[in-house]
């Protein structure tokens, strides 16, 4: 019986002491959580002094840049009304000074003499740069006036046999169109894309297409001499251009189907007063 009372007794202590660690744990618990928020709380209240400080400052400096302007607003002066009156009264003055309306109207009047001076300046200036411009446009014509010398001849335009001859007294045989016909120029020989050149001064009158002679280009050489260039491409010149001896005017092109058989070639013709000449009786 002793030994089941002091093991009971022995239990007991066990279970005291078990609770007086469990109580022990839990105040231990309590104490740490309890300094953590204290320090929590701290950080906080140490945050929102800080903050509380920098607004305070921020304001301040506001407050010390509005100073200046404020400061600098009340020195502007009020307008001066006697100032103004006074100009009012001089201007009044002035215009009383002359018996047709005063300055004002004195200085209106120089300024529309002055406008009609230059209007009329503007106006000789005008004049002057187009009789300029038709001494300009005279001299040139002058230098570009067209004047054909037969003595002088033409140069050949392209490099090539004739194989058909100008012949308006008789006629020639067409080998493509298989008939006789009269020919009214002379057909030179020539590959495709040959050089076609001028053979005189002139100025271009016409661009054309022909149904026989293909781009045919007219030049006009002066006196009534006229220079005819047919069966050409990509010309070189636009109608009123002037041309000089020797400049390319075009290039052979394929032959027109009146010319197939002939192979490609170049037609060129010459005429005095609108009636056809012999182009061979001009050739250097």
Known sequence: MKKKGFAAFLRRKEYVIAGALVVAAAVGTTVVY??????ERQQIEMELAEEQQQQQQELAAAEEKEEPAAEASSVIPPKNTAQQNDSASADRIEEQLTPEGGMAELEKKTDETSTEDVAEENTEGKEQVAEETKQTTETAA????????????????LEGNVILNYSMDASVHFV?????????????????????CSVAKGQVLSIENDEVTGCTMTVDLGDGYRA???QIKEPNFAVGDYVEAGHVLGYVAEPTKYFSVEGSNLYFAMEKDGESIDPMEFFE
Do not use: C, M, R
């Open 34 to 39: 309890t300094n953590n928020q204290e320090k």
């Open 176 to 196: 493509t169109l298989d008939q006789y016909k009269y020919n009214p120029a002379v057909i030179i020989e020539g590959e495709v894309n040959d050089k076609v």
């Open 228 to 230: 005819i260039y047919g």
């Open 142 to 157: 002058v230098g570009n006036e067209l004047h054909f010398s037969p003595e002088e001849g033409i140069d050949w335009p």
